[in-house]
């Protein structure tokens, strides 16, 4: 089946620095990524789509100053948390949707920051 | 609005024993749907889905689902749990170019 691989799988970061997160879609191409964010023992909450080569389109209440995301090419999206802080802290989750709209899943970057 | 719905929050079942999680969905035409599972601490895989065709679909690790559009239904079920099966279990469709859509999740303990 398609793989997805997300890099780091743990980070722990200090209040005000940035962190960038990857989402790498391994045996298939993906127009599209997604951006996923989840609390403890609750559903996913979308945080935006991004298309390759274009801006990320982002969920209301989400800041889109904040959470940077960068799709340069078929297999790579990257988020990056700007000036980070605890609030911030959370499940990252991404996911990549292959030609035939089936969406895969990384396997999460649990973010903590002091 | 569409929605999927997933009415237990919380199910309990005895390894070996059979399983039936229940989801419905709120839509006028029929949805591709999904049901991923989530281990603690992991991302989301996937089980199976159902586009069209046979509403019998079979997944991996021997779980299957049966779409009834009757009841606006996609029950998961598999027939013999095993240990290994405790995790959080959801539902989701997705309908033309919409967004993925998400229930509420099942959690799954598996006793002895």
């Known amino acids: 089946g398609a793989v997805v691989s997300q890099h780091p799988s743990r980070v722990i970061c200090k209040s005000g620095t940035s962190v960038k997160i990857e989402c790498r879609s391994l045996?298939?191409?993906?127009?599209?990524m997604f951006w996923y964010r989840q609390f403890p023992k609750q559903s996913l909450m979308l945080m935006a789509t991004?298309?390759?080569?274009?801006?990320?389109?982002?969920e209301q209440g989400v800041e889109k100053d904040k959470f940077l995301i960068n799709h340069a090419s078929l297999t790579l999206s990257t988020l990056t948390v700007t000036s980070a802080h605890p609030e911030d802290s959370s499940f990252y989750i991404c996911?990549?949707?292959?030609?035939?709209?089936?969406?895969?899943f990384g396997p999460g970057t649990r973010l903590t920051v002091l | 609005a569409q929605s999927v719905t997933q009415p237990d929050i919380h199910i309990t079942v005895s390894e070996g024993a059979s399983l039936e999680l229940r989801c419905n969905y709120s839509?006028?035409?029929?949805?591709?749907l999904f049901w991923y599972v989530q281990s603690p601490g992991q991302g989301l895989q996937l089980l199976l889905k159902?586009?069209?065709?046979?509403?019998l679909v079979q997944g991996i690790k021997g779980f299957e689902a049966e779409f009834k559009r009757s009841q606006s239904s996609f029950n998961l079920r598999k027939p013999s749990v095993h240990w290994s099966d405790a995790a959080e279990y959801f539902c989701?469709?997705?309908?033309?170019?919409?967004?993925?859509?998400f229930g509420t999740g099942t959690r799954l303990t598996i006793i002895p």
């Open positions: 989701a469709y997705i309908f033309g170019n919409e967004k993925l859509t």
């Open positions: 991004s298309n390759e080569g274009s801006k990320a389109t982002y």
């Open positions: 045996d298939f191409q993906a127009t599209t």
């Open positions: 996911s990549a949707r292959e030609g035939g709209g089936t969406q895969y």
């Open positions: 159902y586009f069209s065709g046979d509403t």
């Open positions: 839509y006028g035409a029929t949805p591709y």
